[in-house]
């Protein structure tokens, strides 16, 4: 089966007024439909770079993509944003870490949802209003025609999650990015969250590239895992061998890291 999604040795760039600076380096990985692949690191160290690359949203003034990355087949890096604007929201899709910042404020839900369907479908303003509704009741959101009526302010962070995630799978894109999705949220609202994308990979297939720096995140839905560190990929894995045997030590130490209910010495329970 081959992957939906492929980055080939992508390099990437940005130019600055004391010279050039390296973000990613020889950057290679894929995705196979259906899957969830979780890719891991500290801050900084190029994950959210290499989504962008992936959906040509850099500033190309002032950045350089070397390599190559296909969606289905299709060349994406120096494609016209004319054209890249066509692919986003309906062959690949994003769902942003902070769900506030991916809505503009002074639009309701309904305009900003319809429009996204409408700009990429010829469906009409009722047809799409109704694929809408559908879609939200498939999340789990309640009253969805009600809902559409709200500006984005009215929604909590975990609802506004649920939209944007709403959003993203309407079209059945073969790719979701899905950058930080629980970072902003309470437990509860993560625990949805990962659910519905467990979800929606079940339902339609779609392939996920599922990042985060939370490893219990990463352990919940990602099928396979890269680990990267400085702008490298230091290790690849299924996620079983990745917990169980990791192999580099800077995986090793990211494991480690990982927070438990009981300290070396004592239980917390017995501190409360």
Do not use: W
């Amino acid at each position: 089966m081959e992957d939906i999604l492929k980055v080939k040795d992508l390099h990437v760039q940005v130019r600055t007024n004391e010279g050039s600076a390296t973000l990613v380096q020889a950057i290679s990985f894929g995705i196979k439909k259906g899957k969830i692949l979780g890719l891991v690191g500290e801050s900084g160290c190029g994950k959210t770079v290499t989504s962008m690359s992936i959906l040509q949203l850099h500033d190309m003034k002032n950045v350089d993509i070397r390599g190559s990355i296909t969606l289905q087949g299709r060349e994406l890096n120096g494609l016209a944003n004319k054209e890249m604007r066509k692919i986003r929201g309906k062959d690949i899709a994003f769902i942003m870490q902070n769900p506030m910042n991916a809505f503009t404020p002074v639009f309701t839900i309904g305009h900003q949802f319809i429009e996204t369907i409408q700009s990429h479908t010829g469906l009409n303003k009722k047809q799409a209003k109704e694929l809408a509704i559908g879609v939200m009741e498939s999340v789990n959101l309640p009253d969805p025609a009600k809902l559409l009526k709200n500006y984005p302010f009215q929604l909590s962070g975990g609802m506004l999650q649920r939209v944007m995630i709403a959003i993203a799978a309407c079209l059945e894109p073969a790719v979701i990015i899905a950058d930080e999705p629980t970072t902003a949220l309470d437990l509860h609202s993560q625990s949805l969250v990962l659910h519905l994308l467990d979800k929606i990979r079940s339902e339609y297939g779609t392939s996920i590239l599922l990042i985060s720096h939370d490893l219990g995140v990463i352990s919940e839905l990602a099928d396979d895992v890269i680990v990267m560190r400085n702008g490298r990929i230091v290790e690849t894995a299924n996620v079983f061998e990745l917990f169980d045997k990791p192999q580099h030590e800077y995986t090793k130490k990211l494991l480690k890291t990982r927070p438990t209910l009981y300290s070396q010495k004592q239980p917390y329970t017995n501190m409360l």
